[in-house]
């Protein structure tokens, strides 16, 4: 298992059982199922279906009224928690037919019921919409003309996104809301989708084999493409003056997503300009003061499994519990690493025990890391909208790999002749095409 995780190591219970480190685990068993101080950390699955469904010898609440109040209850935080998993016409189906049996029983729950359904197509009409909007400006930014003069040189302007925005408060403001944005449409069974392994008895039957997890991609995509137009701004103007000032304004940029809590945006930023285009303006990068960016690379640096990145976010997840202000509560972390994070706690422990009982405080863990994502995208971003800058990020046109390192040479000339063979090649092949792909 990769040194870079934090659970690469087997699993022990102990460093999640830090409040019992002074005495002995109290260990009960009953029924099949082992508990812990009071709490469920394994059984098999025979045991726990006993336990919750009703039979003949056990049936909890006999009287429709009785147990409806707890159905609803049930129902209620299934669909606000996973409400995409009524996407599928059959499980609507099927809580629609619930909604009939409960009227026949309790007149409060059916209301109940007929208030969750309403509730739940809000939701879902909503997350179509936006997903189309996702599709359409997408869209928009792929179709968008490659940015060339007829077919000899690239355009290159000293216009550049400092006549949009010029203040990089408001640029990290903006910044927030798209991520803000894109984190509240992600449903937290998108993390179940995106590693659950299909069993060999799974078939296009079953109710989720056809779902992906097109949010969570739709946002690891968005990283790619903001770190892609950080590079493009800073390899288009003409002048190195105009490149440095860039430069400085992206640095800051990075430095007010940091105090805002958006390290998601703070690790594209510093991602897109340490691609090797940006980083080999030696001239531009020798107008600009580094120091600030310096401590921000440092602050995000990979090494130790992300030390100081991971005490950060401690910080402001701490800042965020005790929060007095909407800005306080924001912590939007850098989502790769948290996404790895989960994919290596889910593949480093077992999901079942060598005596076959479910492995219930491996869910526990998974539990608590995505309730707490879920706390953090239920914060509703305080900053006032600049519409423009907003459009601007979204869609604005970015070079490819090759088109930004072909930028990068026009903008500082090639050194030594491997670097001026490669910038003939990509002279003709960026010529050549007519590309269509963007980030």
């Not at 690790?267 to 303006?281: D, K, W, Y």
């Not at 991971?310 to 509560?329: D, F, P, V, Y």
Request: some cysteine; overall charge positive.
């Amino acid at each position: 298992m990769p040194q870079t995780t934090p659970y690469s190591s087997k699993f022990n219970p102990s460093t999640y059982s830090s409040s019992h480190s002074h005495r002995q685990p109290v260990e009960e068993n009953y029924g099949g199922l082992h508990y812990r101080d009071n709490k469920l950390v394994s059984g098999s699955l025979e045991a726990l279906i006993q336990l919750l469904v009703p039979t003949v010898d056990y049936y909890p609440d006999k009287r429709i009224r009785e147990i409806a109040p707890k159905i609803v209850q049930l129902l209620t935080e299934w669909t606000e928690t996973f409400p995409y998993d009524f996407r599928d016409e059959r499980m609507m189906r099927s809580l629609k037919e619930m909604t009939h049996r409960l009227a026949f029983g309790d007149e409060l729950s059916r209301r109940a019921m007929q208030r969750l359904i309403q509730r739940l197509l809000r939701k879902l009409t909503t997350l179509g919409q936006y997903e189309e909007s996702l599709a359409t400006s997408t869209a928009a930014a792929m179709d968008r003309p490659l940015v060339l003069k007829s077919k000899q040189q690239l355009v290159r302007r000293d216009e550049c996104v400092l006549n949009l925005c010029d203040d990089p408060f408001v640029f990290a403001q903006q910044l927030t809301h798209i991520e803000m944005e894109r984190l509240g449409y992600i449903g937290p069974e998108e993390f179940v989708r995106a590693f659950a392994q299909k069993r060999p008895s799974d078939n296009h039957k079953s109710f989720f084999s056809k779902r992906k997890a097109s949010n969570l991609e739709a946002y690891v995509e968005w990283f790619n493409r903001l770190s892609y137009l950080i590079a493009t701004e800073i390899c288009m103007p003409v002048k190195k003056k105009h490149r440095a000032r860039v430069l400085e304004f992206f640095i800051d940029v990075a430095q007010e997503c940091f105090n805002i809590g958006n390290f998601n945006s703070l690790m594209a930023i510093i991602t897109g300009m340490n691609m090797n285009p940006v980083s080999r303006l030696k001239k531009t990068w020798n107008k600009v003061n580094t120091d600030k960016f310096d401590i921000l690379v440092h602050q995000m640096d990979p090494s130790s499994n992300f030390y100081n990145y991971r005490t950060a976010l401690r910080g402001a997840t701490q800042r965020s519990s005790t929060a007095h202000t909407s800005q306080e509560m924001i912590v939007i972390p850098f989502f790769s690493l948290f996404i790895k994070d989960i994919y290596f706690l889910n593949e480093g422990c077992v999901n079942r025990l060598p005596n076959g009982n479910i492995n219930f405080e491996k869910f526990w863990v998974l539990a608590k890391q995505v309730s707490e994502f879920l706390s953090w995208r239920q914060v509703i971003c305080p900053f006032e909208r600049d519409r423009k800058t907003l459009q601007y990020l979204i869609s604005a046109p970015v070079f490819s790999e090759d088109e930004l390192q072909l930028a990068s040479y026009e903008s500082e000339g090639p050194e030594n002749n491997l670097e001026r063979d490669t910038r003939r090649s990509l002279r003709s092949e960026v010529f050549s095409e007519n590309p269509c792909s963007r980030h």
